[in-house]
Every structure is written in structure tokens, then in C-alpha cells.
């Protein structure tokens, strides 16, 4: 435990701890010696070295493919996205002149622009009292009655006609 004791010197002082650090043994690891003299075709490398290069290089293999085909989906996406853009600015410059044209129906559809162009084109002209022609007609109604009595017949499923024949005889 620290001692609790007024301390006169300007330096603080260490504390003891209550605990030991546990001693860490070291481990006898084999490492590779650096040859520097001979040439690199000529150093072995052990079975395990090889195996955790093939691990390395395939999980870089596989890190690159992973990236290629996110960049590459990113990719299909921003064009599809442009190409509705795109297809957006169509729509919206299609319902303008849609709307121009109605507009352009409505005011073709001025009665007073209609009998202007018939005048003018087709040389139409107003009815004058002359040429209207007035016809009698009697108020007696042209409208005959059938003198025979028209009776429609149902077709019948084959169980109604089964009842019916039971029934009628």
C-alpha cells in the first residue's frame, strides 16, 4: 500500500503497486536468415512461408474482385440513373408542347375563328330568308304495332328440361 505520509520534496513520489507484472516468457520462433550473398532463385522457402503467400495473394485476388464488381455496379447504376434524367427532361418537354397544343386546340375551337375560316377557305356563306324552306309534317304517328304476338323462348339447361318433361306430362 502507498504511504500516506506528508512528503517535503518537490518530486512525487512512486507509488509501489499492489499487483506484480506477470513475467512474459519469449518464445523460441524460428526466422529466416538473410543470405545476402547468394542469388534469390537459390533460398528456400519453408512449406508453411509458401502456403501463407498463396493465402496472401488469394485474398488480394479476391479484395480486387470484390472492388471490380462494386465499382462496376456502380457503374450500371450511375448510367441508368442518367438515362432517367435524361428520359425526365424528355417527359417534361413533351407535356410542355402537349399543353401548347391544347392550348392551341381551345383557341381554334372559337366559334368566331370557325365560321372566319369557313368564310374565308371554304367560302361558306350565312342562310338568308330566301333559302329556308319550311315543311308540314302531319302529327299522326308512323309507328306500326306487330300484329303477331313474338314470344321468346330460353334456352334451358338439360336439367330444366328434365323437370319440365317430368312435370308437363
Not at 374565308?120 to 304495332?145: A, C, R, W
Amino acid at each position: 500500500m502507498a504511504n500516506n505520509a506528508y512528503q517535503y520534496t518537490t518530486s512525487p513520489r512512486k507509488l509501489n503497486p499492489d499487483y506484480e507484472k506477470p513475467k512474459v516468457k519469449k518464445e523460441n520462433k524460428k526466422r529466416l536468415k538473410v543470405v545476402e550473398n547468394l542469388p534469390r532463385q537459390e533460398i528456400k522457402l519453408s512449406k508453411k512461408q509458401k502456403e501463407k503467400r498463396r493465402k496472401l495473394m488469394f485474398y488480394v485476388i479476391a479484395i480486387f474482385i470484390v472492388l471490380l464488381a462494386i465499382s462496376y455496379r456502380n457503374s450500371q447504376i450511375n448510367e441508368s440513373f442518367n438515362k432517367v434524367q435524361t428520359l425526365k427532361k424528355e417527359l417534361s418537354s413533351i407535356e410542355k408542347e402537349n399543353e401548347q397544343l391544347k392550348v392551341n386546340i381551345e383557341n381554334s375551337l372559337n366559334l368566331s375563328n370557325i365560321e372566319q375560316q369557313a368564310k374565308e377557305k371554304l367560302g361558306m356563306q350565312k342562310l338568308s330568308s330566301n333559302q329556308t324552306i319550311y315543311i308540314n309534317l302531319p302529327k299522326k304517328d308512323y309507328v306500326e304495332t306487330a300484329p303477331e304476338k313474338v314470344i321468346v323462348q330460353e334456352e334451358k339447361n338439360w336439367f330444366e328440361k328434365f323437370i319440365d318433361k317430368i312435370f308437363n306430362r
